[in-house]
């Protein structure tokens, strides 16, 4: 169905409804309705839009990509995740809330977990996020030239809750920026910081721990 489009002034433009809609959904004279814009298009509705996705899947098809397809549907920002398995899967899917923020287990049994978004959707931003997260990496960074300089392992699982931390606020960040509108250079541009923050992480901490596994005696630390 295609409309033209009437001028209206110097820089509004007018299209009519359908007779057929309008009639339907019993709109009247002077009601207001709901726009909301998306990236091909304009949706028209007497309700707020919906986009919120839901998402079945079938664990034992999944096999050892279970795991990434879960994390696969958290980043691109699925509202209801529901997890059909066996008994055998449930600490297995159970372990994953923990990698999540604002996403968590609503629903489980031995043979169905349902995973629901919680968060508002305007709670944070992704500069805000983005922030927290090179924060989180300028601590690793400290905390593991500490543990190089005084030769302490102790410091070592400190180090390994900050990643886990680091991976956490990335996925969170590179969800938000698939959920909320954004920019075309934003939509682009976060998930590309947030892949780059996580493997960043992931590299440091496995430099601290080669090198703090190392006999003393073989290393030898410059300071800029």
């Given at each position: 169905m295609r409309r033209s489009t009437i001028q209206l002034g110097t820089k509004t433009l007018l299209i009519s409804l359908p007779h057929q809609w309008v009639?339907?959904?019993?709109?009247?004279k002077?009601?207001?309705?709901?726009?909301t814009e998306e990236e091909r298009g304009l949706v028209i509705s007497t309700e707020p839009?919906?986009?919120k996705r839901i998402v079945t899947i079938n664990a034992h098809t999944c096999g050892k990509l279970l795991r990434r397809i879960i994390l696969g549907c958290y980043l691109e920002g699925v509202h209801e995740?529901?997890?059909?398995?066996?008994?055998?899967?449930?600490?297995?899917?159970?372990?994953?809330?923990?990698?999540?923020?604002g996403f968590d287990i609503i629903k489980q049994d031995s043979t169905t977990t349902i995973f629901q978004d919680y968060a508002h959707q305007n709670e944070d931003n992704a500069h805000v996020v983005i922030t927290r997260?090179?924060?989180?990496?300028k601590n690793m960074i400290v905390e593991g030239g500490e543990?190089?300089?005084?030769?302490?392992?102790?410091?070592?699982?400190?180090?390994t809750n900050l990643d886990i931390a680091l991976n956490k606020t990335a996925h969170y960040c590179y969800r938000y920026a698939r959920k909320n509108k954004l920019s075309n250079e934003e939509t682009l541009l976060y998930p590309f910081i947030c892949t780059a923050l996580e493997t960043s992480g992931d590299i440091y901490k496995k430099t601290i721990f080669f090198i703090t596994n190392k006999p003393k005696d073989k290393v030898n630390i410059i300071e800029a």
């Amino acid at each position: 169905m295609r409309r033209s489009t009437i001028q209206l002034g110097t820089k509004t433009l007018l299209i009519s409804l359908p007779h057929q809609w309008v009639a339907k959904n019993g709109v009247k004279k002077g009601q207001e309705l709901e726009l909301t814009e998306e990236e091909r298009g304009l949706v028209i509705s007497t309700e707020p839009h919906s986009t919120k996705r839901i998402v079945t899947i079938n664990a034992h098809t999944c096999g050892k990509l279970l795991r990434r397809i879960i994390l696969g549907c958290y980043l691109e920002g699925v509202h209801e995740l529901r997890i059909n398995h066996e008994p055998e899967h449930l600490e297995a899917v159970s372990t994953l809330s923990k990698e999540f923020i604002g996403f968590d287990i609503i629903k489980q049994d031995s043979t169905t977990t349902i995973f629901q978004d919680y968060a508002h959707q305007n709670e944070d931003n992704a500069h805000v996020v983005i922030t927290r997260a090179f924060y989180i990496l300028k601590n690793m960074i400290v905390e593991g030239g500490e543990a190089l300089r005084q030769n302490n392992k102790v410091i070592i699982p400190t180090l390994t809750n900050l990643d886990i931390a680091l991976n956490k606020t990335a996925h969170y960040c590179y969800r938000y920026a698939r959920k909320n509108k954004l920019s075309n250079e934003e939509t682009l541009l976060y998930p590309f910081i947030c892949t780059a923050l996580e493997t960043s992480g992931d590299i440091y901490k496995k430099t601290i721990f080669f090198i703090t596994n190392k006999p003393k005696d073989k290393v030898n630390i410059i300071e800029a």
